[in-house]
């Protein structure tokens, strides 16, 4: 990046570290690196959401994945798991994210089937959900969330199937029974 700073017209750079040597730069990479620095020039000057594009293109011609941990596109890039953490970027995603993941076609998720999960987290999912569960309600889920989670592992699915039973035990005033289930 300081090369381009100081006049340079051409960088070469790597698509997932695949011919790198001698320190070529990863693409995604160097684009999230000048996207910090300038982001309204380089969504202007790239079309940023073809880069998950070129990395699969690449991976698939070489038969290998894209890394879980791979700059901008890679499934962890914007994921966001520990209770804190997750409250901080349902509140204001820029707390942890210099990137926005809009802007690379790519969208934000925030785990909650888990036992690090925080009840603001599933307060936004019983939100998107619509189903009008309390604070208090919130907290008693996540806690069931989080027993279950240290059980064997759950997915949104498996969240979002606990959640709407609780929900709909909550009209019946039975929802209290849902919490004792295993």
Same mark, same amino acid.
């Given at each position: 990046?300081?090369?381009?700073q100081?006049?340079?017209?051409?960088?070469?750079?790597?698509?997932?570290?695949?011919?790198? #040597?001698?320190?070529?730069?990863?693409?995604? +990479?160097?684009?999230?690196?000048?996207?910090?620095?300038d982001?309204?020039?380089?969504?202007?000057?790239?079309?940023? =959401?073809?880069? #998950?594009?070129v990395?699969?293109?690449?991976?698939?011609?070489?038969g290998?994945?894209?890394?879980?941990?791979?700059?901008?596109?890679?499934?962890?890039a914007? =994921?966001?798991k520990?209770?804190?953490?997750?409250?901080?970027?349902?509140?204001?995603?820029?707390?942890?994210?210099i990137?926005?993941?809009?802007?690379f076609?790519?969208?934000?998720?925030?785990?909650?089937?888990?036992?690090?999960?925080g009840?603001?987290?599933?307060?936004n #999912?019983?939100d998107?959900?619509?189903? +009008?569960?309390?604070?208090?309600?919130?907290?008693?889920?996540?806690n069931k969330?989080?027993?279950?989670?240290?059980? #064997?592992?759950?997915?949104?699915?498996?969240?979002?199937?606990?959640?709407?039973?609780? +929900?709909?035990?909550?009209?019946?005033?039975?929802?209290?029974?849902?919490?004792?289930?295993?």
């Open positions: 990046y300081a090369a381009l100081n006049g340079a017209t051409h960088v070469d750079t790597s698509v997932l570290g695949i011919g790198e #040597r001698n320190g070529i730069p990863p693409l995604g +990479g160097f684009i999230a690196r000048m996207y910090a620095a982001k309204e020039y380089v969504k202007n000057k790239y079309n940023l =959401t073809k880069l #998950r594009d990395e699969n293109i690449v991976a698939d011609a070489v290998v994945s894209v890394p879980f941990n791979n700059y901008i596109t890679g499934y962890c914007f =994921t966001h520990a209770g804190i953490h997750a409250k901080a970027i349902l509140n204001n995603p820029s707390t942890y994210e990137l926005k993941p809009e802007d076609g790519m969208t934000r998720y925030v785990a909650i089937g888990h036992r690090l999960t009840w603001n987290a599933v307060k #999912r019983v998107q959900l619509n189903l +009008g569960l309390t604070d208090a309600d919130c907290k008693r889920v996540t969330i989080k027993n279950l989670a240290d059980i #064997r592992p759950l997915s949104l699915d498996d969240v979002d199937k606990l959640l709407m039973i609780y +929900g709909n035990a909550k009209n019946t005033d039975s929802h209290h029974a849902i919490l004792t289930l295993s």
